[in-house]
């Protein structure tokens, strides 16, 4: 069994900032890649950034200079530190992740519950 769970979700003003933070445990596993998409309300979901295990990222274009998606190997964690948040911003954001549960043969997709942020004066 394997759970994802994200924090630091909430509600800020345009331009603040805020650090979501996944982390991902309940069984051995090997992580391929994490990310972060999202889905604003009303709207299908999209990658907002996603890291492999040698580092290498991807950010969607509406995020690029403004949010930072880091990972902890060691720890199974990811986060995304957003800056200079716009109202557009707003969205339910999910935290996923392609991982080999130890023992199995194949790599599958996990995805968290998700965390509301919410950008408004």
């Known amino acids: 069994q394997v759970q994802l769970v994200e924090s630091g979700g909430g509600l800020v003003q345009p331009g603040g900032s805020l650090r979501l933070s996944c982390a991902a445990s309940?069984?051995?596993?090997?992580?391929?890649?994490m990310g972060w998409y999202r889905q604003p309300p009303g709207k299908q979901r999209e990658l907002v950034a996603h890291i492999t295990s040698g580092r290498s990222t991807n950010y969607a274009d509406s995020v690029k200079g403004r949010f930072i998606i880091s990972r902890d190997n060691a720890q199974n964690t990811v986060s995304l530190q957003m800056n200079s948040l716009k109202p557009e911003d707003t969205a339910v954001y999910y935290c996923a992740a392609n991982l080999r549960r130890f023992g199995r043969s194949t790599y599958d997709d996990y995805w968290g519950q998700g965390t509301q942020v919410t950008v408004s004066s």
């Open positions: 309940g069984s051995l596993f090997s992580i391929n890649a």
